[in-house]
């Protein structure tokens, strides 16, 4: 045995001495941030094996064109792997492979079969530009229909797997005062805890406990001698004075012991994905990784921006040649089809945002800037209708083009209320450190925000975004957006 610099003897109960059992459990807590990725192969092996079961029942009293099928099997797992693909593009842009989703079973399911739709509309338009990949109708039905029902099924299953508690991550916190009792406080559904399981709090000095008393834990014994009989993944350290009265010594030899230890801000952070703002100090944001600003980020940024602008602009030009058409009928000949507006963008820097107009000429004629409300009057009948399909902010892909703005980032806000919101909100002109965009982490994770305490809601995902911003997150969000404009959330 060695002896550390804290007089502590490590015990008998080391890692190397665990069971089999043991090291598979640990490894399964250790991933489960992970698990959508399990989730997400699992599935496309479905939807391939889909395929291949639905060539085999359309042609089980045929076997001349089964055997030509079998015969060329690797072309056939060539066309399974891309209806596979376009399936589970249709499913990610409903947000089932997000780690923050929210719904119930039912609710999934009702995502699953509109992702399937989506799916299906994507295969019939690209087997028309490229009849190669076809499968044929029948086997088409068949394979949509089967892969439905089988990925509704392992869903389900994986769910219930997730939640088994034995699987998930074991977390113990340092601290029970204030602090601490944020997590219980705003992670009370079971949904918020899918990824974790909250052994207890560690009372740190002689703070007040705000934690409920049947989660608090005296320790008669060294942390990680507690951590390894307990088998705690993760240490998240949060108490309300941290000065002087940390076990720093402790928390090492947990950390030896592959025991990740995280603060409370970071912990936040990752499994509500936004950034709690009362927990943010300058030196968290300071030390913390992200804020990528490096120059192979911001070209990699800016190909990704005339790709998917380029891209939507191919796919949208008949739509925005009927928006304006719509929009002459109603108004008449003289009046405006553009609105431009001034809003803030990168780095504090003023630009002119370009729309369809939405609203009456008049709206603003006092000069006074407004929040939209919900059913606000100065609306037209056109706009109400471009609005709750975001068909009004097509015209800002020019402003994306330009180089005012991004495809994906926090939504660029008017001059007077920048103005007002950072002399109210913390770290408000954060969100100015990246581009502002058409599509954004909180547009998906929160509705639209008419006052100061929605901006401040909102700051909390775009800080988020700031902070953990790559092409992954911008694709991923990219796809996702495509709920927000078929349900028409957050519209006013």
């Not at 599935?43 to 076997?63: D, K």
């Not at 944020?182 to 000095?205: C, N, Y």
């Not at 000429?361 to 006074?368: F, I, L, N, Q, R």
């Not at 994770?445 to 700051?459: C, I, M, N, Q, V």
Request: charged share 20%; aromatic share 10%.
């Amino acid at each position: 045995m060695e002896t550390r610099g804290s007089g502590a003897v490590l015990q008998p109960l080391a890692a190397s001495s665990l069971p089999m059992e043991g090291w598979m459990l640990r490894f399964f807590r250790e991933q489960a941030v992970h698990w959508l990725i399990l989730v997400g192969l699992g599935e496309l092996l479905i939807m391939i094996g889909s395929v291949f079961a639905a060539i085999y029942l359309r042609y089980i009293t045929t076997p001349s064109p089964l055997d030509a099928y079998v015969s060329a099997w690797w072309l056939q797992l060539g066309r399974a792997g891309i209806f596979a693909i376009v399936l589970m593009l249709g499913l990610a842009a409903l947000g089932l492979y997000q780690t923050h989703l929210r719904e119930t079973w039912f609710g999934v399911l009702a995502r699953q079969a509109v992702g399937f739709a989506l799916g299906w509309v994507g295969l019939v338009v690209l087997y028309y530009v490229i009849p190669q990949a076809r499968i044929g109708r029948g086997i088409l039905a068949l394979a949509i229909l089967i892969a439905f029902i089988a990925i509704a099924g392992f869903r389900a299953l994986a769910m219930r797997v997730v939640d088994v508690e034995a699987l998930k991550r074991r977390v113990l916190v340092l601290g029970a005062g204030a602090r601490a009792a944020l997590i219980p406080q705003t992670m009370r559904r079971r949904a918020d805890r899918r990824g974790f399981s909250l052994i207890g709090f560690v009372p740190q000095g002689n703070e007040h406990i705000e934690v409920p008393p049947e989660r608090v834990v005296s320790l008669d014994m060294p942390l990680h001698v507690y951590a390894q009989r307990n088998q705690i993944n993760e240490i998240v350290v949060g108490p309300d004075e941290r000065r002087g009265g940390l076990p720093m010594e402790e928390l090492l030899e947990c950390k030896q012991l592959g025991i990740f230890v995280t603060d409370l801000a970071t912990f936040f952070e990752r499994e509500g994905g936004k950034v709690k703002l009362s927990l943010a100090e300058p030196s968290w944001l300071v030390f913390s990784p992200g804020f990528d600003a490096s120059p192979l980020r911001r070209l990699s940024k800016r190909g990704f921006d005339f790709a998917a602008a380029g891209a939507v602009l191919l796919l949208t030009w008949p739509f925005m040649l009927i928006v304006a058409a719509a929009i002459r009928l109603e108004s008449g000949r003289g009046q405006p089809i553009l609105y431009r507006q001034q809003r803030v963008g990168e780095r504090g820097r003023v630009f002119d945002l370009i729309k369809f107009r939405s609203m009456r000429t008049d709206a603003e004629k006092d000069g006074v800037a407004r929040w939209a409300s919900k059913g606000d009057d100065r609306i037209t009948r056109v706009g109400r209708v471009i609005r709750r399909m975001r068909l009004d902010e097509l015209p800002q892909l020019w402003n994306v083009l330009r180089g005012d703005m991004s495809v994906i980032g926090p939504r660029p806000e008017r001059p007077q209320f920048v103005a007002d919101l950072a002399g109210k909100i913390r770290y408000y002109n954060l969100r100015h450190c990246v581009k502002p965009g058409l599509a954004g982490w909180a547009q998906l994770r929160y509705p639209y925000g008419a006052s100061a305490e929605d901006a401040s809601e909102k700051l909390k995902y775009d800080l988020f975004y700031v902070k953990n911003h790559n092409l992954l997150l911008d694709v991923m969000i990219l796809i996702q957006t495509v709920e927000v404009v078929l349900f028409g959330r957050g519209v006013r």
